[in-house]
Nanobody, 122 residues
Framework: QVQLVESGGGLVQAGGSLRLSCAGS????????MGWFRQAPGKEREFVAA????????DYEDSVKGRFTISRDHAKNTVYLQMNSLKPEATAVYYC???????????????WGQGTQVTVSS
């Protein structure tokens, strides 16, 4: 069992930055693939970024490449999503997720946090 708690969301102007954190607990957290997804009102949940258990490989949705960075700190049992040069279309609820498969598919992940709201004003 893995428990995930996100934090760091908020309101930011376009062009600004936010860093989301996801604190994890549970026996298998350190061996889990971690991901970030987002869901905007009226839209399906979509992949944002993923990182392997070792942190050696990362993957990003095309529209965030070069602006978002996913990382993990095993000592703190925390995964981060640094978001720079934010655009209004990034407005969504952001979810942290953990699973055993390195994938862009939401169905590949077993555990989800409660989500944190990110709002980017124009």
């Amino acid at each position: 069992q893995v428990q995930l708690v996100e934090s760091g969301g908020g309101l930011v102007q376009a062009g600004g930055s936010l860093r989301l954190s996801c604190a994890g607990s549970g026996r298998t957290f350190s061996r889990s693939v971690m991901g970030w997804f987002r869901q905007a009102p009226g839209k399906e949940r979509e992949f944002v970024a993923a990182i392997t258990w070792s942190g050696g490989s990362t993957d990003y949705e095309d529209s965030v490449k070069g602006r978002f960075t996913i990382s993990r700190d095993h000592a703190k049992n925390t995964v981060y999503l640094q978001m720079n040069s934010l655009k209004p279309e990034a407005t969504a609820v952001y979810y942290c997720t953990a699973g055993g498969y390195y994938s862009r598919r939401a169905a590949s992940y077993d555990y989800w946090g409660q989500g944190t709201q990110v709002t980017v004003s124009s």
